[in-house]
Antibody, heavy 116, light 109 residues
Framework: QVQLVQSGAEVKKPGSSVKVSCKAS????????ISWVRQAPGQGLEWMGR????????NYAQKFQGRVTITADKSTSTAYMELSSLRSEDTAVYYC?????????WGQGTLVTVSS | EIVLTQSPATLSLSPGERATLSCGAS???????LAWYQQKPGLAPRLLIY???SRATGIPDRFSGSGSGTDFTLTISRLEPEDFAVYYC??????????FGQGTKVEIK
């Protein structure tokens, strides 16, 4: 049974950074891409980027280029998403999802609140 | 970049009725690489359909997907109380992968 467990909620100041983790269990971590998707309050789903752990290669949505970094630690089966230069519009729930093109498994979500 | 447009934005129906949700793509979706998700408040999305018409594991057969090219449909044959939720389509045939539609809310009439 594949499970993705994310780190807990965060409150951050504008201009700071946040790093969210996503620990996988079950399945083969390195063989699938892990994507990050966010959802602002009352809004839809927005893809941010993904990483293929076995290759260590990440690609990002153009909107987040230069502000987001996605990494993976194969030894602990954990993926990370770091978002910098936070602003109030980044307040959202951030999800990781195992990717086979589509998203078969999702983490529980991590609420990031950006507020002064 | 492929843009997905879902319609209607809101669908008001009663339990037992049939729901038909549409997802239109601005360009042809390669190999019918289109998925549908259900999301309930406070929860992560759940995969319903992948490759346009394949049901994910454990999904009841009242959910079905169809379509190809630029026009896709999710049908719920008879709405159960637990089916009232928001539904999203997503394409994964073109770069950037993972673009979503804006969602259709199925609400109780």
């Amino acid at each position: 049974q594949v499970q993705l467990v994310q780190s807990g909620a965060e409150v951050k100041k504008p201009g700071s950074s946040v790093k969210v983790s996503c620990k996988a269990s079950g399945g083969t971590f390195s063989s699938y891409a892990i994507s990050w998707v966010r959802q602002a309050p009352g809004q839809g789903l927005e893809w941010m980027g993904r990483i293929i752990p076995i290759l260590g290669i990440a690609n990002y949505a153009q909107k987040f280029q230069g502000r987001v970094t996605i990494t993976a630690d194969k030894s602990t089966s954990t993926a990370y998403m770091e978002l910098s230069s936070l602003r109030s519009e980044d307040t959202a729930v951030y999800y990781c999802a195992r990717t086979s093109g589509y998203y078969g498994y999702w983490g529980q979500g991590t609420l990031v609140t950006v507020s002064s | 970049e492929i843009v997905l447009t879902q319609s209607p934005a809101t669908l008001s129906l009663s339990p037992g009725e049939r729901a038909t949700l549409s997802c239109g793509a601005s360009q042809s979706v390669s190999s019918s690489y289109l998925a549908w998700y259900q999301q309930k408040p406070g929860l992560a999305p759940r995969l319903l359909i992948y490759d346009a018409s394949s049901r994910a594991t454990g999904i009841p057969d009242r959910f079905s997907g169809s379509g190809s090219g630029t026009d896709f449909t999710l049908t719920i044959s008879r709405l159960e109380p637990e089916d009232f939720a928001v539904y999203y389509c997503q394409q994964y045939g073109s770069s950037p992968p993972g673009t979503f539609g804006q969602g259709t809310k199925v609400e109780i009439k």
